[in-house]
Nanobody, 124 residues
Framework: QVQLVESGGGLVQAGGSLRLSCAASIRTFSSYSMGWFRQAPGKEREFVAAIGWSGGSTTYADSVKGRFTISRDSAKNTVYLQMNSLKPEDTAVYYC?????????????????WGQGTQVTVSS
């Protein structure tokens, strides 16, 4: 049974930083691409960032490029999302997702497993 557990969310002022973590209970973690998505109230879930199974391939939504960084630590079975220069429009529930394979997907329907989400609130 695959479990993804996000942590690190919270309340931060605009311009501040947060680091989200996603701990994965996956025996073959290094065989999975990982992604971060977010969903704001009244909006659809949207892609934020993704990383391939080796960590060498990353992709970002235009809205977070240059501000957010995705990374992974295979020794800890954990993927991270470092979020800098946060804006009020970044406020959302952030979800971690896992997909077995090399290429990190950007569409939510491509992912096999999801975490329960962690709330990020950015005040102006």
């Amino acid at each position: 049974q695959v479990q993804l557990v996000e942590s690190g969310g919270g309340l931060v002022q605009a311009g501040g930083s947060l680091r989200l973590s996603c701990a994965a209970s996956i025996r073959t973690f290094s065989s999975y691409s990982m992604g971060w998505f977010r969903q704001a109230p009244g909006k659809e879930r949207e892609f934020v960032a993704a990383i391939g199974w080796s960590g060498g391939s990353t992709t970002y939504a235009d809205s977070v490029k240059g501000r957010f960084t995705i990374s992974r630590d295979s020794a800890k079975n954990t993927v991270y999302l470092q979020m800098n220069s946060l804006k009020p429009e970044d406020t959302a529930v952030y979800y971690c997702a896992a997909k077995r394979g090399v290429v990190p997907p950007t569409q939510s329907w491509e992912y096999d497993y999801w975490g329960q989400g962690t709330q990020v609130t950015v005040s102006s």
